[in-house]
């Protein structure tokens, strides 16, 4: 499988374990396959906990890193994006114990709404495209990028990337019960936070409504 195949469409879990088998014989073509298939959505999940586009860089190109170093103990029963994306938020929890500093400002005009454009039928439905419906999904975007850096993950595990909770729990190192009490006071936040405008039109927004948690 080509890179240019990868980055036309999702890798299947076959096609997946195929890769990884490939690189852990040192194929260097699969490796960066598997970089092509998810290098946008890690970098995407990274910059939006650590909120500095300089550190999000380094930090998805030190996760492949340690991936890849690491790619012989691969379990094959998980997902490799469940691996990355654990690998990569650690290195965040890491990045932002050492710098204690939240300030600085996030350009979002750059950052995908999904990854098939799914995310757009979440915000007014049949309207999704409209002005309206823009400005909704900013403000609610902007609002999760002022959560603590768990629930932020969370969130975006959730919603961005379609996780269960208890794939998101395997990434952050906690009990699916931890994610859906994350889940929760997110979205209690979020309320919070927004708007009175934006309450009001809450329920076509369907921000957490998603069925399965409780």
């Known amino acids: 499988m080509s890179s240019q195949d990868s980055n036309d469409r999702p890798l299947t879990p076959l096609g997946e374990r195929q890769l990884i088998a490939r690189a852990q014989r040192g194929c260097a073509e699969s490796m960066h396959a598997l970089v092509t298939a998810y290098q946008d959505r890690l970098h995407a999940f990274v910059l939006r906990v650590i909120r500095d586009r300089h550190d999000a860089e380094e930090i998805c190109q030190d996760a492949f890193l340690r991936a890849f170093r690491s790619l012989d103990s691969f379990n094959f029963s998980y997902r ?16 932002i114990r050492r710098r204690k500093d939240y300030s600085g400002d996030v350009d979002f005009s ?14 007014g439905g049949e309207v999704a495209n409209s002005d309206e419906a823009r ?33 998101i729990g395997e990434i952050l190192g906690m009990p699916a019960a931890t994610v859906k009490s994350h889940l929760h006071r997110a979205r209690n936040r979020l309320r919070e936070m927004l708007d009175s405008q934006l309450v009001q039109d ?10 399965g948690v409780a």
Request: charged share 25%; hydrophobic share 35%.
């Open 135 to 167: 400005r909704l999904k900013e403000v609610i975007w902007d609002s999760v990028d002022r959560l603590t850096p768990q629930q932020r993950a969370t969130v975006l595990l959730f919603y961005r990337e379609s996780l269960s909770c208890q794939e």
């Open 202 to 211: 809450w329920p076509a927004v369907r921000f957490g409504e998603r069925s």
């Open 80 to 95: 490799f994006s469940t691996w990355l994306f654990t690998i990569g938020y650690r290195l965040c929890l890491n990045a």
């Open 110 to 123: 750059g950052m995908p709404v999904g990854r098939t454009g799914e995310r757009d039928r979440d915000v």
